[in-house]
């Protein structure tokens, strides 16, 4: 379906940005005051939106000129009980979505370099809102939580990145390294070119052995969760012992 309104100030489509995050920017450059009343102005649903309608999304794609998500975009569908990352199952407490969660030097760096209104030129990545990832792959700091507050939930993007990044917290992050199971995550949600290992062949109804003991069907959603716990298990271990055999020791016992 083709849509006709193109606006006269657009702003890029990132690869990883979230559709909501895209709303927002563009809302900003426009200079509506919000991407709510941007999409009423538009004829947009929101509500829609936020569920990724595909028609939707073509509106909002059309008044920027674009005929197309950017590649690597990961869409993120969802039902009651379940976020989809590209198809990807996440249980919905793992998807952090009401209180922004950012990098400050991916924000910076947005900042410097990409075109646009200045407030409209920071964006919100996809794998941000996974709880899985904890750090930034670009920039190996931790990723920051912004303090909560009135915007929580609102999916007001540029006003969120604004609130979260004023000073005093702006310019601090704690050095972190991008690990290989955060980048496993990522590299699956967002179907990137990967060497596959054990855990892409878990089928979505494979019951599991009794180290995952559960009496319901497994699921990749399931599997994942396990997998981060015992990543956070074994760096946890990493850090109180710089002994491979102390470690050993300790997961034997537990
Ligand atoms: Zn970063």
Redesign the pocket.
Known sequence: MIFGRRLSITVPFHSGETVLSFLSRLATANFAPSAQQFCVHMGICRAKLIQDDEEEVAKLLALAGLSQLPEGHVRVTRDDQFRYFNGETVPKYNFHRYRFRY?P??VA?DRRNNPGPLAARAFGRSIWQLLYIKN?P??D?ALVDAPSSVLDGTYEIVQMIEAATKEPFFPYATPATFTGFERYIRDRVSRQQRSPIWLDRFPSTWRPPTAFSSAQPFNMARCISVTASLNRRWRAQKRASTSLSAVKCHSSSC
Do not use: E, M
């Open positions: 990098c030097h991916c760096d930034c670009d920039h700091v």
